[in-house]
């Protein structure tokens, strides 16, 4: 068919007459329409490539992934060990379970074992509406495998590519569907894709991963009118397995979310490079060609530093907010301060950078996360949410003019902790609807360190603590002389205190945490003692 509404062919006015039917039925539905492609593929069991590069995929562009499975192969990064096709009758089946139930917009096709398994497919699109066809036309993976073989040329040349909205072979294979020419240069790329447009697909992408002696990645597309060349710099590394279909169900994935198709393929061509950086140094398997990182998570709090428990409300016993002006009034860094808040019983601590460079506080966060992560200690960042994922710190602290809590969530996934700076009973709701983890309440006393806040007093802080269904921390002007009298109370909820001043406007950083800290011991034995 023609995406995006242009007519390129006569013979394509049976699928513009679909995508009116499509549009129908959606709207009968009545709900927000979800974008959606259907994956017609092999399995890979050491799943880089295949069907489950391609759910990954979709999953990482978000998209949602229907899947007909094709092939089973037992396949691992040494290579392909065998293929067990599926039979075309149960391929038949599982295209028509869901074709006739859901709302595809792009079908994308990989590993089609079988000359039976095209045309099975192709009577699928003959029946069902969808706004677009992506042929990866799988044949011989970068490993040398041989995942569909010649017999099979003449049905994809004569009939799979003429219905293709876009068909993206590699080298090899577009060499094979060619006939066996030759391909070693970009000029040859060029070549290749203007004689495959001329079997019928509406657009070419020549892949040029595996072109000898390439120093970029080089990617020819031909759209029947002008050629691009699309270059990115070749990541060095062996996690490479799975690329071809990755960027074919991520063409699919932006063509379903309505994109045109020559930004679906430069859209597509960036993930497949950021996946690759991301991933050049990830360890999966023996082989020689390892799989990478889809969703850009597998590095993120795998290292040995990272905190496995999950958030405990008696951590914000002793809630250490650090100031840099009061670090530098005497001289020592942010590191050492939270080193010394640390050994003297700080049980968290929240980054608080007011007037600081991104570079710099970014770099603080991971000084200080390194130190947190050796004692257990959680360490949040305040208000900076990119700070704190680029960091990997355990959350974030916000107040209420900055990121709502419902959105720092989203952003943050389900484990980081976040923290909001709640006053009234109504702002202590929202917080814990919002997905919050603990409140601030403050503050109580007034403060030097947050000008223009009016105070809520100890009444305020009960009146917030009682209501309240998430663990709080009491913040503003506590320090020596008042902490106990804080913890003293009883509050339910209250589980702790948050000081800036008290340890961090002072000399003496260590000896005035160990002092704090045995205050509120003191304080809270007390009233469980009550
Ligand atoms: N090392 C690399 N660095 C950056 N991009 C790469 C690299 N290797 C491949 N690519 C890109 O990945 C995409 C897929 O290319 P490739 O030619 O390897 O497909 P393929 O052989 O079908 O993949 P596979 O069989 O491994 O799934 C192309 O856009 C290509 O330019
Ligand atoms: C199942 C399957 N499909 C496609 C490829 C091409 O990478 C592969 N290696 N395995
Ligand atoms: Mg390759």
Redesign the pocket.
């Known amino acids: 068919m023609a995406y995006g509404g242009v007519i390129l062919s006569n013979s394509l006015s049976f699928y513009q007459k679909r995508i009116v039917m499509s549009s129908r039925v959606q709207e009968k539905n009545g709900g927000a329409s979800i974008p959606h492609v259907l994956s017609v593929a092999g399995s890979d069991s050491g799943a880089g490539?295949g069907i489950q590069a391609d759910l990954k995929t979709c999953a990482a562009r978000g998209v949602y992934c229907s899947t007909v499975i094709t092939a089973v192969t037992a396949q691992n990064t040494v290579g392909v060990q065998s293929v067990h096709a599926v039979p075309e009758d149960f391929v038949a089946q599982q295209l028509k379970s869901v074709l006739s139930d859901m709302q595809v917009d792009v079908v994308k096709s990989g590993m089609l074992p079988s000359v039976g398994v095209v045309k099975v497919l192709l009577q699928s699109l003959a029946e069902f509406s969808v706004r677009a066809l992506v042929v990866?036309p799988v044949m011989v993976?970068?490993s040398g495998d041989v995942l569909a073989g010649p017999s099979i040329l003449s049905t994809f040349r004569e009939e799979l590519l003429p219905m293709a909205d876009i068909v993206t072979p590699?080298?090899k294979?577009a060499s094979a569907l060619l006939g066996g020419i030759r391909l070693e240069t970009v000029a040859d790329m060029r070549t290749a894709a203007e004689l495959l447009h001329a079997l019928g697909p509406r657009n070419v992408l020549v892949?040029?991963?595996?072109l000898p002696g390439s120093l970029d990645?080089?990617?020819i597309f031909f759209n029947g009118e002008h050629f691009y060349e699309l270059r990115?710099?070749?990541?060095k590394?062996h996690n490479?397995?799975?690329?071809?279909?990755?960027?074919a169900s991520c063409i699919a994935a932006e063509l379903a979310k309505g994109s045109p198709m020559l930004t679906a393929v430069r859209v597509a061509?960036r993930y497949?490079?950021t996946a690759?950086e991301y991933s050049k140094d990830i360890l999966i398997g023996n082989g020689i060609q390892g799989p990478f990182d889809h969703l850009l998570r597998l590095k993120s709090g795998s290292h040995s530093f990272s905190r496995k428990d999950a958030f405990n409300p008696s951590d914000l016993f002793l809630y250490a907010v650090t100031d840099s002006g009061m670090n530098k009034k005497w001289g020592r860094s942010m590191v050492d301060a939270v080193a010394e808040a640390i050994q003297g019983g700080a049980t968290i601590v929240q980054l608080r950078e007011k007037d600081v460079e991104t570079r710099d506080f970014l770099e603080t966060a991971k000084s200080c996360l390194a130190v947190c992560r050796s004692h257990g200690v959680p360490l949040l960042i305040n208000d900076r949410i990119d700070v704190a994922l680029a960091s990997d710190a355990d959350g974030v602290h916000v107040g209420q003019s900055d990121m709502p809590a419902t959105v720092a969530r989203t952003l943050l996934g389900p484990e980081k902790i976040i923290g909001v700076s709640c006053k009234t009973v109504e702002q202590a709701q929202q917080a814990w609807i919002g997905g919050a983890d603990y409140i601030g309440c403050g503050g109580v006393y007034s403060t030097n360190t947050k000008a223009n806040n009016p105070t809520i007093g100890l009444d305020g802080l009960k009146t917030v603590c009682s209501a309240s269904k998430l663990p709080v921390v009491a913040i503003g002007g506590i320090n020596a002389s008042n902490a106990g009298t804080v913890m003293g109370m009883g509050v339910p909820n209250l589980k702790g205190v948050a000081v800036v001043s008290a340890l961090f406007d002072r000399e003496n950083v260590l000896a005035e945490t160990k002092k704090l800290h045995a205050l509120l011991m003191e304080a809270s034995s007390s009233t469980k003692m009550q």
Request: proline fraction near 0%; aromatic fraction near 0%; glycine fraction near 12%.
């Open positions: 490539a990866d993976s970068t590699n080298i294979e892949k040029g991963g595996d990645a080089v990617d990115s710099s070749r990541i590394t490479t397995h799975g690329t071809g279909c990755t960027l061509k497949v490079e690759l």
